[in-house]
């Protein structure tokens, strides 16, 4: 195919002045490529023919049925439910089958190498390039109504308008399941009258609409298909075992004339479908096909009214697109590759010319007039430039059946997905990290809500989520990622419940065992919400020590569910438990030195003391060193058993936190020096602990009062003293108010 129009490779689409990325990842979620693999392909191809069985039975020996078409190739757009106020399904795509009659079975040659005359032979010399007749060489029944006879050259053809009589009659009376038959085109379109309804569903069978196109073999490549077999390809998409596999395979004809034929009742289409069926099979990738299905959908909502541009002219195009770009472009940029192919696409209709994949000479749109092309090129002018408002019209009015898949029964993909066409809207230049954890991560997070709020489980989208997005752009582990969507959800049921789904598929993914500790902390957080003496309260810290007990029992006490559990024990005044296990961890980090952290985030910061819940607010997520939480947690429990060896715990503490010298663990070692009223220490820990977080006015605040507690006690200073701690408190108040222009001024006031 000549063009001029190239594959960019810019992460903005000036033409439609999105982001491609955010598109990208609009495709996914509207489309999840693993709808569309090879083994889903294999399962659709099953029910295609099984739903044929009817037919089938009732057909000649003779006839065998063929599945051909977007259904059978994975290329059809999903089946959808309308929503209107009764819903029904809507069938996006017909199934398709060839009925191939083996007794007209053709060749591409008059004459085998050995000399042998085929009986049945195929003429494309005087035919419109793709076109062909059915020649009999020597017919045994000239009489037959299925035969045409050309005075002129004394030979007979094959007759296409009377096999179609003939198949329609067939089909009426080989057939009871009682659709509706008739004639479209060249095909016998199956209908079902009735809409099929939610409630009609509970009662009888579902009926998918499906074309019949009576076909005849040609078991030899045709001559002038032959240059297809040398396309120079450098993308390495098609391989030459694919092509030989075809070119054996052979051709169909079917009953169609072109549009202009001066003798259409005997004039053939030369059909591609069983080279098309084989490239869906063996060559197309999920990805690919993925897109395909994406410009289908901006092709239907946009030129629903103009049939003109059928879909078919949109598969050769994607075809070619599939012979020049390289595989990898469509898995990492589908957005760019289905702006390619409109590209590809207008330029052709601005050309007048979209010729076939299998045979460029035979344009598939010259029997159009102008009007309607410049009508099709106007709507496709449209489409590129926006392609993502006439997928959100198209699925404002419909819900795609994925059967438990399903994005949503009730919320709309427009809904789901408003926070990045917001981002699309405002954004200049893309942060490929912040977008991909901030708003992204936020639609995976609505997903899940509304997922789990239907009762189903959202996992398969976050993991498709993380493969393709935060695998690629992100250091990041599966299951951080899974806690990191888990802590960001709206509340901690709903994150227990997410946790829940996830740990369902420990079995495949075995390093979500870690997500049972964060369970184990959503239902201590859970109990928080409730009356201390409530049943409600009692149940969820049974199940959260039972988890954390499973974590222990599972993966031993070195694991930062130690440090939560023991945040669990003195919640519960268990203080002797407590100090017990955290010397156990103590003792194995020392033996085992790792770089473990705890972390906390709002969802979870109920479970904290007043402390540490201060610094989840104030940092959005409170980071320090399992160990230094550990220090921390013991120090409270040797406190409250008034213990003897708080020195020797404070000065390991001290020790750790050189080590380290990171914020929150030296914000830790600074609240133990208040506790222990050990002042010199405190405000050498939050002096520390403000120049790692310059900003960080908590930390100076912390440091002031240190300052405020460490002057000589004499009484001159008392009231000073009541000052700084009452200013303290104030400023705490106006930072948990988010007023941090009013807790600045206070600060720093003298």
Known sequence: ?????????????????????????????????????????????????????????????????????????????????????????????????????????????????????????????????????????????????????????????????MIMDEQVKMMETSTDDGLKYSLQGPAVSSDD?????????????????????????????????????????????????IVDSIVSTGIHMVPVAHRLSCNPDIEWRLSFAKAEQILAEQAITSAQRQCYVYLKILRKQTMEENTKLSS????????????????????????????????????????????????????????????????????????????IEPILEFTDLRIFCYAQECLSYSTTFRSIVQLVLDEIASVEDVDIGRTVLGCFTDIQCNIASVMLGEKRTSFSYHLDFYQLFVQKYIQMSFVDFVNYMGIRLET?????????????????????????????????????????????????????????????????????????????????????????????????????????????????????????????????????????????????????TQLKNLPDILEKFEKHCRSVNSYGDYELLGYCGLDTE????????FSKAANLHQNNLLAQVNLNLCRANSQPAKKQHRIVNLIIVFKYCLSIGYLLNDNVFKATNLLFER
């Open 1 to 161: 195919m000549e063009k001029s129009v190239a594959y960019s490779t810019k992460d903005w689409d000036d033409v439609a002045d999105v982001p491609l990325l955010h598109v990208s990842y609009l495709i996914q979620i509207l489309l999840p490529r693993r709808h569309f693999g090879h083994d889903r392909l294999q399962m659709e191809k099953q029910k295609i023919l099984e739903g044929f069985s009817n037919v089938k039975d009732g057909l000649s020996g003779k006839l065998h049925i063929v599945p051909v078409g977007s259904k059978s190739e994975g290329y059809g757009i999903p089946d959808a439910v309308r929503l209107t106020d009764q819903p029904y399904i809507e069938y996006m795509s017909d199934i398709d089958a060839m009925l191939v009659r083996e007794e007209f079975s053709a060749s591409a040659n008059e004459f085998e190498k050995d000399g042998t005359r085929n009986p049945v032979v195929i003429e494309t010399s005087h035919t419109h390039p793709g076109y062909g007749r059915v020649r009999f060489s020597s017919p045994t029944d000239i009489t037959s109504k299925v035969l045409y006879h050309d005075g002129q050259t004394d030979k007979y053809y094959l007759n296409s308008s």
């Open 193 to 241: 009258p009735v809409p099929m309804t939610q409630e009609r569903g509970k009662q009888s069978k579902l009926f998918h609409p499906q074309d019949y196109v009576f076909a005849i073999p040609c078991n030899s490549w045709p001559e002038c298909a032959l240059p297809w077999t040398k396309r120079r390809r450098t993308n390495g998409w098609l391989a030459a075992d």
């Open 312 to 387: 078919y002219f949109l598969k050769n195009v994607f075809l070619y697109c599939c012979d020049e770009l390289p595989v990898r472009v469509w898995d990492d940029d589908p957005a760019g590759c289905v702006l390619y192919m409109l590209d590809v696409l207008l330029e052709c209709v601005q050309k007048r010319n979209i010729p076939s994949y299998f045979l460029p000479e035979n344009n598939m749109v010259d029997y159009l007039d102008e009007s309607e092309l410049q009508s099709i090129e106007s709507a496709l002018q449209t489409i590129r430039s926006d392609p």
């Open 492 to 640: 901690p049921f709903i994150t227990l419940m997410f946790y829940e789904k996830c740990l369902a598929e420990v079995q495949n993914f075995p390093e979500l065992e870690y997500l049972r500790g964060n369970m184990a902390c959503m239902c201590f957080a859970l109990a928080q919400s409730h009356d201390d003496k409530s049943k409600e309260r009692k149940m969820r810290l049974y199940q959260a020590e039972k988890l954390y007990n499973e974590v222990l029992q599972n993966n031993g006490i070195h694991f930062a569910s130690t440090i939560d559990f023991a945040n669990f024990l003195c919640d519960s005044e268990r203080w002797e438990e407590a100090i017990s296990l955290l010397e156990k961890f103590i003792e194995a980090e020392r033996k085992r030195p790792s770089s473990m952290q705890n972390g906390y985030y709002p969802a979870e910061s109920t479970t904290l003391n007043v402390q540490l819940q201060r610094e989840v607010k104030y940092t959005g997520c409170f980071l320090a060193s399992s160990l230094s939480f550990a220090y921390y947690f013991i120090i409270k429990a040797t406190i409250a």
């Open 678 to 685: 050990n002042y010199v220490l405190a405000e050498l820990a």
